[in-house]
């Protein structure tokens, strides 16, 4: 029996990507799941989709019972708050407690390619610097210590050398990823939805300085397949994936520029009559963060990559539907949890 440890299965990424390997793996019976949850709640809203997985209770403070479940665990995957130092090292010292080998694959995302633009001080401008997992391995693994998302970066990249050799790890980095989710709790997702959001409250849409930064995007779906193939590599005994210092999987299927993206959002949402001017206002840092939390990074940096190693050595080929033929049922849903629409469902019922 293969043991697979996972934690934030009720959330977007976590959700989809369990759906993906649960739904994919070739022998469930001799796969057992075991997915933290933060209370019976979202216990229970696992539980309802999939019956023979194992609850274990606690958030990601409870650092012990997260010892004891990654010491039981042949992989871990690790869908939780990328920026939770407490519960990566929870993890890689439960996994370091094994006698044989594990595989430990954890969620970043390229908001840590951001750190230029950080340094600089500046939003909203152009720039041609883009990472590559493959031929840049190397400067991706050494970011500056003050990137986002780089503590916890530099904790798994160091387990492989701390447990002694026995834990393998591979970090998958995510872009804006859109699309709905599979999984039994969050089916959505953040960057381009806060900001339809934020159009659709405010009345206003807009950009942060020159919107000319860019960014990469990947469909939910296409995601939770290259954690699949991951998945699949490590019950392999590590497969065709290269893991530790290599073990950096970039997901992308694209770029786009923030300022492009904020007129095409601007336009659906006036298209559905929710504003009566779709003329794009800048905004600057600080407006950004007030509305939505790192709302100045998430929409007016950049952060440029090329995922070449998935592609490469395990065939990956994202091929999900574009975000921009998404964007209608993206501002649409946005409208109705914001109770400006009904749903499909209400208006057939004519309520």
């Known amino acids: 029996m293969v043991n697979i440890l996972v934690t934030g299965a009720t959330g977007y990424i976590g959700g989809d990507a369990l759906y993906a390997i649960a739904n994919a793996l070739p022998d469930p019976d001799n796969i057992q799941f ?15 989709e999939y019956p023979k997985v194992k609850l274990a209770y606690g958030d990601l403070d409870a650092y012990d019972m997260l010892v004891e479940e990654a010491s039981k665990a042949d992989i871990v995957l690790h869908f939780a708050n990328c920026d939770h130092e407490g519960a990566a090292n929870a993890i890689v010292e439960g ?20 750190v230029e ?21 190397k400067e991706v693994t050494s970011l500056p210590d003050d990137a986002w998302h780089r503590k916890v970066d530099k904790i798994i990249l160091g387990a492989h050398e701390k447990s002694g050799g026995k834990i393998k790890t591979a970090i998958v980095c995510p872009p804006t990823i859109y699309g709905p989710g599979r999984g039994p709790g969050n089916k959505k997702s953040d960057q381009v ?3 339809a959001a934020y159009v659709l409250k405010s009345g206003k849409a807009f950009m942060v300085g020159e919107g000319l930064n860019t960014w990469t995007y990947i469909h939910v779906h296409d995601l939770s397949d290259l954690y699949l193939k991951l998945t699949e590599a490590a019950l392999q005994g590590g ?22 993206m904020a007129e ?12 009566k001017d779709p003329t794009v206002a800048k905004l600057g840092m600080e407006e950004a963060n007030n509305a939505t939390p790192n709302g100045g990074r998430k929409w007016g940096l950049n952060s440029r990559c090329r995922a070449t ?16 033929n998404l964007l209608p049922s993206i501002v649409k849903g946005e409208a109705v949890d914001l109770g400006l629409s009904k749903t499909h469902a209400a208006e057939a019922a004519g309520e």
């Open 193 to 195: 939805y806060k900001m």
């Open 239 to 260: 497969g065709n994936a290269t893991w530790n210092e290599e073990g950096y999987y970039f997901t992308e299927n694209g770029e786009f520029l923030w300022g492009e």
């Open 117 to 137: 633009d950080v340094h600089a001080n500046v939003v909203g401008r152009a720039s041609n610097k883009v990472y590559d997992d493959w031929d840049g391995i």
């Open 264 to 275: 095409k959002v601007a336009q659906e949402v006036y298209k559905q009559g929710f504003i």
């Open 34 to 48: 075991t997915c933290t949850v933060r209370d019976s709640d979202k216990g229970a809203i696992i539980a309802k």
């Open 309 to 324: 190693r998935g592609r490469k050595l395990l065939g990956w080929s994202p091929k999900g539907e574009s975000i921009e």
């Open 95 to 114: 996994l370091s407690k094994r006698s044989g080998t594990s595989y430990l694959i954890h969620t970043s995302g390229t908001g840590i390619l951001t």
